[in-house]
Every structure is written in C-alpha cells, then in structure tokens.
C-alpha cells in the first residue's frame, strides 16, 4: 500500500489552500442560510470526512488504482443510469440529478464521476500513449468519453456536461497529441458556433432543452430576454454593493440583497455573490487567489509527476476546479449564461466536496510518488 510513499513530498501547501476555503464556505454558508445549524454541520462533516479520505486514497499507489480503470468506468455508468432511472429532484433544486442512498441520504452521482473521469481517462491515455494520434484511437476514446458526458446531458445537467468536457479535452491535449489535431478541431469549432448560434435562435439545437436555449439567448440578448437574467443582475448587485470591504458576514442591514430575499441559491451556485456581499472586493480577490493558487500547484505536481498517468490526474483536477470555479463565478458576475454549478470547496454540499476531495487524494498519490522509486 505504501508502495513509493515519501512524506516529504506531501501537496501540504495544496491542503493549506483547500482548508483555507473550506473555512470560508462554513462561515459564507452559515451567514446564507440564517445560521440553520443543520447545513453548517453537514458541510463541516463533508471537510472532516473529505480529509480523513485524502490521507486513506494517498497511501495507496495511484497505478494500483489505475488497474481497476474499466471497474472504475462501469460504477461512472451505473451510477448515472441508476439517476435516469430512481433519481428524484429535491425541494427549489430544478433538475432530477440525485439519487437516495443509505447514511448519506442524497447523492449526486455526477459529481463522484468527475473524479472517477479523472482516474479512467487518465489510465486509459496512459495505457495508451503510443496510439494517441491514430485515428482508430481517437474514435474509440471519443465513444468511451461520450457516454457519461451524455448521461448526464440527459439529466439534464448540461453545465456537468461542459465540465466533464473540458476536464477531458484538457487530459487528452496534456497527453501529447499533434497539433494538427488541435488546430483541425479548432477550425472545425468555429464555424459550428456560428451555427450553434443560429439555430438557437430558432430552437432547433438538439441537445438544448427549451430554458437551457432561452438562457444562452438572454446573455447574447440581455435586452430582450430581461426575466431571464433577473438571478444574475440581483447577484451582481449583490456583489457590487459590497465595495472594497463588504457588509461582514451574519449582517442584518436593510440594504442587504441577502437579506431581501433577491439571491436564489445562494448557498450554492449563487455563493459567490454573497462573498462579495458580505466580505467585498478584497474578500472577493482572496477566494479567486485561492482557486488560482490550487491550480498552479495542481501543475506544479503534474510537473514532478514520474509518468503520464500521474500528470493526467494533477492536470484533470486542475482543470476541473479551474474550470468549475471560473464557470461559478463567471455566472454570477454575468460573464457567462446562466447555469447551476456549486463553487469548488465553498459551495453547500456533502456530495461535491467529498468527490473533490477524492479527487484531492489522487493528486496526492501522485505528489508523494514524485521522482525515482
């Protein structure tokens, strides 16, 4: 189990930035939900649980994890099959993308495939590298890659969707692949937004449900589809009336946004409005440093690791955080149409943090197996 393990190599600055933000979700969450003392343990529950998981995933040989990559593939695929088929949509949550399991009670299966993605996509590039420009290759792993990404589209959970997308563009260009695939795929990409676009405008984009189509169409056209960005400009409000150094947390000013009731979500995917409410622009700049600051030191490790395999999970969690924080606050700065997604670390829910906590594990596997057996 402890197969290449070097203490001294442990990612403690990269737990240092996580800790840091999980305590700024417990106290934002505590001050969003009016102190419910209830979500506030579930969620200190998921950190000290999450921890306790990091420490266990990063005693074993993440290779001896790798072994059992297709095992891996097919938990990803049931577990999405089993929210197509019991899944059921909480209270205000939207969507059917969770299922009720034992001890936990609610579980978003979604969020555990991000991290079990992660695992097989990097086995499998690793396995093999040799192939990664031949055309036969890049077929099959487009097949394997399509299947969770469009389970969860059936959900539906476009945003995931993008997500999970990314994550796995991201591995797959880290893992060497020509240039000439990179830029074919470019020039292929940009005429099909062009007719992306236009046929939104008709709403005939097959995989795009009605209120996903009209969202996109309200940031493209904010003028005409005005009731539609009513969350977003109330988040953006929210943040820009905290100025430089916020109301402070558990205010009770008649001026708050919060407390008016205006923010949806916001103990989830409109947290990020009530940090620049309630802590400003410098509690603001501090959560996006933390983000960016995992990231460089997801690929930092990535660097160090001994082999692709160990480079793709750094990489495939940098880029999900990354890519998931960015998304999370872009939405509620208005910079991108408006989607549900929680904010890594900070964001209300025990199955979001425990899988990014997986996914933490990983990343330390591979950081403690860095250089030379």
């Known amino acids: 189990m402890l197969d290449g393990f070097k203490l001294r190599y442990y990612p403690f600055r990269l737990l240092v930035y996580i800790i840091v933000l999980n305590t700024i979700g417990v106290l934002v969450i505590s001050s969003a939900t009016g102190g419910d003392k209830g ?41 999405l099959l089993a929210v197509l088929l019991f899944g059921y949509e909480p209270e205000g949550a939207g969507a059917v993308r969770w299922i009720k399991v ?17 695992l097989f996509i990097a086995a499998f590039l690793g396995k093999h590298q040799e192939d990664i420009d031949r055309i036969s290759f890049l077929l099959v792993f487009a097949v394997v890659a399509a299947i969770p990404c469009i389970l969860i589209l059936k959900e539906p959970d476009l945003s995931t969707t993008i997500v999970v997308f990314v994550m796995i563009i991201s591995m797959l260009f880290i893992s060497g692949i020509s240039y000439k695939w990179v830029l074919g795929s470019l020039a292929f990409l940009i005429p099909s937004a062009v007719i992306f676009i236009f046929l939104l ?7 795009l449900r009605g209120y ?28 820009s009336s905290g100025q430089l150094m916020g109301k402070g947390l558990n205010n009770n000013t008649f001026a708050s946004v919060k407390n008016g009731n205006f923010l949806s979500q916001e103990q ?15 509690g603001s700049m501090v959560v996006i440093a ?6 460089v030191e997801c690929f930092h490790l990535a660097s160090k690791a001994k082999d692709l395999e160990g480079k793709l999970v750094c990489v495939g969690f ?12 872009s939405v509620a700065t208005g910079l991108f149409p408006n989607t549900g997604l929680p904010l890594p670390f900070i964001s209300y829910g025990v199955s979001s943090l425990l899988s990014l906590f997986l996914g933490v594990g990983l990343v330390a596997s591979v950081a403690v197996r860095q250089g030379k057996n």
Request: with cysteine.
């Open 102 to 118: 034992p001890v936990i009670g609610q579980l978003q299966p979604s969020e555990i495939v991000k991290i079990g993605m992660i």
């Open 290 to 295: 933390l983000f960016a600051l995992i990231v």
């Open 212 to 239: 996903q189509a009209n969202r996109i169409l309200g940031w493209i056209y904010p003028d005409k589809y005005a009731d539609i960005n009513v969350q977003q400009d109330n988040s953006i409000m929210a943040i």
């Open 201 to 207: 405008q008709s709403n005939t984009v097959p995989f």
């Open 268 to 282: 989830t995917d409109f947290i990020f409005a009530v940090i620049g409410e309630e802590l400003g622009f410098i």
């Open 318 to 329: 940098a880029a999900l955080v990354g890519f998931q924080s960015f998304t999370n606050i």
């Open 39 to 79: 979500m506030v343990a579930k969620q200190i529950f998921g950190v000290v649980l999450g921890l306790v998981l990091v420490v266990l995933i990063s005693l074993i040989h993440y290779r001896k994890l790798m072994e059992l990559m297709w095992i891996v593939y097919g938990i990803c695929i049931i577990l």
